[in-house]
């Protein structure tokens, strides 16, 4: 496992830490208190976080809940699986030449998932990025190998957050549902509309086998659409 080099360009991020805003802390950790309370009733460990369209905020969500996590001592990985546009390496400092999910999918070898891996100094996340960008990301996500490679992940780590495309855009999302326990559907003010977001969550319940139906099956789940709240208002005090 690497560590992120501190000399590569990036864009900037605004995250959660000592000089972010309170209100802006305490619904991250909001967020988690929530996620928490539907693990324990539950398996609830793989979330895939993902929005309606472009521009929605879902990179920032992911990665401040991913470091968030990891603040109460929990061991979080951040998977970078929008493989359309991938931003998570530019804003956490990941070298764009470093091995990431696609390498490791088309290695075949679970050996190489290790190397890819990043250890983010400071945040107490680990990362693995997208990688070299392919020209079949729809196929890649829904390769044997990158069910394995989730599978490792979920033995090695408490919490697997990924980051995936927009789901009405695309059906990467929609693919990797069959993998998670749970999605997170980013919403924002001024920028999802209302049959934007109710088009994704259909989209999203129409997938034979989609996380919704297990988390449905294992447990009441009122917290669930306080989530969506949640999130809703996070997005309001950016």
């Given at each position: ?6 000399n ?36 609830c460990?793989?979330?895939?976080i ?34 359309r ?7 956490l ?29 400071d ?63 980013v919403?924002?003010?001024?920028v ?47």
């Amino acid at each position: 496992m690497s560590k992120a080099s501190k000399n590569t360009s990036h864009r900037k991020l605004f995250t959660v830490g000592s000089d972010a805003p309170f209100q802006f802390v305490e619904a991250y950790k909001s967020l988690r208190t929530n996620l928490e309370f539907l693990s324990s009733a539950g398996n609830c460990k793989t979330i895939l976080i993902t929005s309606s369209v472009p521009e929605e905020g879902k990179t920032n969500v992911a990665v401040n809940l991913a470091m968030t996590i990891a603040a109460s001592g929990k061991r979080v990985v951040l998977v970078d699986c929008d493989l359309r546009k991938a931003t998570i390496s530019r804003y956490l400092r990941i070298p764009r030449n470093h091995a990431g999910l696609t390498n490791v999918i088309t290695s075949k070898d679970e050996g190489a998932l290790a190397a890819a891996l990043v250890r983010v100094k400071d945040s107490g996340i680990t990362v693995l990025a997208a990688g070299t960008i392919p020209p079949n990301p729809t196929e890649l996500l829904s390769a044997p190998m990158t069910e394995k490679i989730f599978a490792s992940l979920q033995k090695a780590f408490d919490y697997v957050i990924v980051d995936t495309p927009p789901v009405s855009l695309v059906t990467d999302a929609a693919v990797l549902c069959r993998m998670a326990d749970g999605v997170l559907l980013v919403v924002r003010p001024g920028v999802t509309t209302i049959q934007s977001a109710q088009l994704s969550k259909k989209n999203l319940e129409a997938v034979p086998g989609c996380c919704h139906e297990r988390l449905q099956r294992q447990a009441e789940r009122p917290p669930r659409r306080l989530l969506l709240r949640l999130l809703l208002q996070l997005l309001r005090r950016r």
